[in-house]
């Protein structure tokens, strides 16, 4: 299992109970100073089978195929989630799925209405980029795209499953 942009760790617990003791977990996150506090997190719980790497998701090697991808919060935030989009994709075993949970601006009147305030607060901090989604991105793979949407539309997840009929 591979978790792009893992930041502080939030989501290890779960990734690892989803491997098991015997599965691995690749935490990839840009920022030293959060993979300390990931390492921190691992230490403490006694995880021996999660790796943290320090590394731009554009550029990220791995030393082997990985069961499932997660981007979780960190899609929109990425200077070329493209590029991530791709490298992780490649590492992705035939039938597994890659994962994009992440913000968006709501849909109907109230996302017109926000989205000059929220395009403008977004480029001021680290909110990302609200009108970045990545089903285009993902429809360029031979993979079945799903996306679920929550929140009246702030949120969402897409999912993309390797070598499954194509739904774009």
Known sequence: MLEVGCGTGRNLRHLV????????????????????T??????????????????????????GMVDGVLFSLSYSVMPDPR?????????LRRGKSLVIVDGKLATGICGRLSRPCVTWLSKQTILGDPMRLPSGDLCRFDAKVEIEEFNFGTYYICKA???????C
Do not use: F, H, I
């Open 17 to 36: 109970d989803a491997v098991g003791e015997n599965g691995r977990v690749y935490a990839l996150d840009c920022c030293e100073q959060m993979l300390r």
């Open 38 to 63: 990931a390492g921190k997190l691992c230490q403490r719980s006694g995880w021996k089978n999660v790796t943290l790497l320090n590394q731009d998701a554009a550029q990220l090697e791995l030393p």
């Open 83 to 91: 590029a991530a989009v791709e490298t992780a994709w490649k590492y």
């Open 161 to 167: 499953t390797k070598n499954a009929l194509p739904s």
